[in-house]
C-alpha cells in the first residue's frame, strides 16, 4: 500500500446555517485515514454525519474547519477517480441497462462503440448478461443495484464511496449483492468507504470499523477487523469472532444511539 492515503480528514469540522440563521454542527473534530487498497466502513446514529463524510470527500461539501485530502491533494473539487453508489438507483429510465452502463464511458469522451463494447463486459459481469436490452422498470431492485455497480465499476474508480447502497433489498438479495461487492473490489486495488445502518454489513465486509458519535459527530472508537479473506456474508457472521466483534462495536454504538 502506498504511504499517501487514499483519503484523509484532519480535524474536520462542519457547521451547517439555516436560512434563519439558526446553525447546526453535523461533525466536530473528526480525523480519519483510509489506506489505498482499504475497506472501510462507517456506522453511527442516525444524524451524526456518516453520510456527510461522503459529500465533504467528494467535493460536494466543504469543511468549515479542518482539512480533507485525496491521495494527497486537498479536496477543492470533484475528483474523477471517486465513484459514488447512492441508496437510491441512479439510473436513467430511458436508457437500456448496457446504454445506462455505458453512459461512464461516454460521458468520459469514449466512443460509443467502445463504451457499448465495455459495458457488455461489466454487464456480465455482474450477471445481467440476459437482461442488456432491459429497462429499469423491468427489472428487479437487487437487478438494479447490479447495473449501478457496473455503472461504477466500468470507470474504475480508485476510491469508491457507497451511501448504504442494499439498504433497501431484503436479506437474500442484500446478502448476494454484498458477495458481488466484495468479488469486484478484491479484483480492482481500489479503496472502499461503506456508510452503513447495519452493524453486522460493516464488520463482515470492511478491514476497519469507524464509530461515530450522536451529533455532532466525532469518531469514538476504530476497530479492525481481523477477519480472514475472502469472505462468504451467509457464512462470516457465523464466525465466533465476528460475534464477538459485533457485542463489543454495538456497546459502543448502543450508547451513541441513546443519546441521539
Known sequence: MSPTPAIEFSNVSLRFIDAKGNATVALRNFSMSVARGEFVAIVGPTGCGKSTTLNMATGLLKPTVGEVRV??????????????????????????????????????????KLAIEQAADWVQRVGLGKFGNHYPHQLSGGMRKRVALAQTFINKPEILLMDEPFSA????TRTLMQDELLQLW???????????????????????????????????RVYDIDLPRPRVMSEVRYNEHFIELSRRIWADLREEAVLA
Open 169 to 172: 433489498l431484503d436479506m437474500q
Open 186 to 220: 478484491s479484483g480492482t486495488g481500489g479503496s472502499v468507504v461503506f456508510v452503513t445502518h447495519d452493524l453486522e454489513e460493516a464488520i463482515a465486509l470492511a478491514d476497519r470499523v469507524f464509530v461515530l458519535s450522536a451529533r455532532p459527530g466525532t469518531l469514538k
Open 71 to 112: 491521495m494527497g491533494q486537498q479536496v477543492t473539487e470533484i475528483d474523477p477517480r471517486i465513484g459514488f453508489v447512492f441508496q437510491a438507483d441512479a439510473v436513467f429510465p430511458w436508457r437500456t441497462v448496457l446504454q445506462n452502463v455505458a453512459a461512464g464511458p461516454q460521458f468520459r469522451g469514449a466512443s460509443r
